[in-house]
């Protein structure tokens, strides 16, 4: 087996090849990359990078099909390194029916052809690596399309070479203790068969059959595919849908010791085959079950930290710390070499699978008040839309999101406050087009007639794109865009908000205040989760006589620590990170 090199040398040599044709956004403003920017051979490098999902056929269509590509997303590589983003995460490109935006997979190591080519990929992960991005991709490990060659084969020979690569049963009666994820579409996790007559086993749409890995041939499959794309040069992979790779009887079929295992030799091959590599595990599962993807070390070396998430929007309504506080409190230590990765929207529901069912009543009422806004146990909406808009309200919620222990996953879009359509079905409606200028009517999102977009540009204001647009926030100084990109900066300046220990601070009021430490440097965040102005006041041990630096905030400076009670006020949804370290920092330059 090839080992293709974890990374590129130290210093990041010239793009490979001219990046292709400029866009309007190209021209307006400067796209220098940050400065420094380049592969480094840290191992742990996932720990302090800033993730950021797109999704390809929303993103930048470079072929007038309206559909976009990965030839697209090579356009717009410079605009990603301007952004401040370590690692692309790219949701599955893989040959499919789409019938469930890709998950729905028929060839593992195929392109789908509307998204362009092995060479294309190749070249993707060339332009990236050169310009010190990271790519790692979905790989769909628990089922494949009902569509896939395995389960034609599975289910007309059964006695055939992939006659058991599936959950076959003669009744639909087994694992009647494991839930349905898909409520609002699916009625069980058996579906009946005409071909073979009997039962197949999934966990999500009927056309999703779950893969059998009491088969141990179906693991090398899998492995193989890995390896494939490994060797075509992928950073690793997000493992979808982890918890439901073994199924036993009488047991939920979800955390099995069985699906440990798997995962443990997943990232065996890893570690032996292609080191450097890393393994994000989509578990969504309360922190002590989602901890357990870590290993002792030995298995993902990060998962999604589901359970933080809903209570970022629910502190924000409720305007108290106490269930953010109260997760993070549950939530165990994680072994040295691993790290959760937190996040604020992606391309499903905002799932509540991770709260009670009061809270979760609560949190619907409050973000999804119209029954079209739901879907699932989850709530089908973007970021702004969320929060009405409310820029200091996103702000509120990633400073929470990038000072929080872990490596914040953005969504494309989100960095412009882009809107949702709820018309449209399933989870569509945060996977419309990206809106790169105000150019109509394609927005720079694609040339072509907009009939052939795989989803219309909303249009509603505030959110048409002669309204949230790339191009105009980057003109703008006082934009979202620009102040994300700062505070990214801030964030890469600064090892402490990766690797840093957390600990929450004694707030007298609703002020979400706790500190990040790393040796001598402390990183004290304060975020006001109410309405109205309220004063930090917390107790600082060690720090008298020392005047903070403001890294980022709604205020502009901090005053000096005079006694051990600190107190500094904060506006409505303000927050302020405060620098404490010896020598004093200094600031970073908005560039
Ligand atoms: C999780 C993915 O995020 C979601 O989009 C997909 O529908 C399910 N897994 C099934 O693959």
């Not at 309206?66 to 599955?92: S, T």
């Not at 490596?407 to 406050?417: A, F, H, Q």
């Amino acid at each position: 087996m090839t080992q293709a090199p974890a990374s590129v040398p130290a210093a990041a040599p010239a793009p490979a090849s001219a990046p292709t044709a400029a866009t309007p956004a190209d021209d307006a403003v400067e796209m220098a990359p940050l400065p420094g920017r380049s592969l480094t051979d840290d191992p742990q490098w996932f720990k302090k990078a800033v993730f950021y999902e797109v999704w390809v056929r929303a993103f930048r269509d470079s072929t007038g099909t309206g559909v976009g590509d990965l030839n697209g997303l090579v356009e717009k590589l410079d605009y990603l390194a301007w952004l401040g983003v370590d690692c692309i995460w790219i949701p599955p490109f893989f040959p499919s029916p789409e019938r469930d935006g890709g998950y729905d997979v028929d060839f593992l190591t195929g392109i789908q052809v509307q998204l362009g080519t092995h060479q294309g990929m190749k070249v993707l992960l060339q332009e990236a690596h050169a310009r010190g991005i990271r790519v790692i991709s979905d790989f769909v490990v628990n089922h494949t399309s009902s569509d896939h060659p395995w389960f034609i084969s599975s289910r007309e020979d059964p006695e055939g070479p992939h006659g058991d690569y599936y959950v076959w049963r003669d009744d639909d009666t087994a694992y009647a203790d494991a839930r349905i994820i898909f409520v609002d579409s699916e009625e069980s996790n058996w579906t009946f068969d005409p071909v073979r007559k009997q039962f197949y086993w999934h966990r999500f749409y009927h056309h999703q059959p779950d893969l059998n890995y009491d088969n141990p041939q179906v693991l090398e499959e899998i492995l193989n595919a890995l390896r494939f794309w490994l060797d075509l040069g992928l950073d690793g992979f997000r493992l979808d849908a982890v918890p439901y790779l073994v199924e036993e009887e009488g047991t939920n079929c979800e955390n099995l010791p069985g699906t440990h295992a798997i995962l443990k030799r997943i990232r065996q091959m890893v570690d032996e085959e292609y080191p450097g590599r890393m393994l994000l595990a989509e578990a969504n599962q309360w922190p002590n079950e989602a901890v357990e993807y870590f290993g002792d070390g030995d298995e993902c070396h990060m998962a999604f930290h589901f359970p933080v998430m809903p209570r970022m929007f629910m502190a924000l309504r409720q305007g108290s710390r106490a269930s953010i506080s109260q997760i993070l409190a549950d939530t165990p230590e994680l072994p040295e070499n691993c790290q959760w990765a937190t996040f604020l929207r992606n391309h499903d529901e905002l799932t509540l699978e991770m709260v009670t069912e009061e809270e979760r009543d609560y949190l619907w009422a409050q973000y999804a008040p119209v029954s079209k806004m739901r879907l699932n146990l989850g709530i089908r909406r973007r970021l702004a839309p969320l929060v009405d808009n409310d820029i200091r309200q996103i702000k509120l919620l990633h400073s929470m999101l990038l000072s929080l222990p872990g490596s914040p996953v953005l969504y494309y879009g989100d960095e412009i406050g882009m809107g949702d359509n709820i018309w449209l079905p399933d989870r569509d409606g945060v996977r419309t087009p990206m809106q790169w200028t105000s150019e109509g009517p394609g927005g720079g999102f694609s040339e072509a007639n907009p009939y052939l977009f795989p989803k219309p540009i909303p249009c509603a204001p505030p959110y048409g794109i002669e309204h949230v647009n790339v191009a105009d926030q980057q003109a703008d100084p006082d934009s979202l865009l620009n102040w994300l990109r700062h505070t990214l900066q801030v964030r890469r300046a600064h090892e402490v908000f990766g690797l840093g220990s957390f600990r929450e601070l004694e707030s007298t009021n609703e002020v979400f205040a706790f500190e990040r430490a790393q040796g001598s440097t402390r990183v004290l965040s304060f975020n006001n989760l109410t309405e109205w102005p309220q004063l930090v006041d917390v107790q600082l041990e060690g720090l008298v006589g020392r005047t903070p630096s403001v890294l980022s905030g709604s205020i502009g400076e901090a005053p000096e620590v005079i006694v051990d009670q600190y107190q500094l006020e904060l506006p409505p949804f303000g927050y302020v990170w405060l620098l404490f370290s010896d020598p004093p920092a200094t600031p970073v330059q908005r560039s």
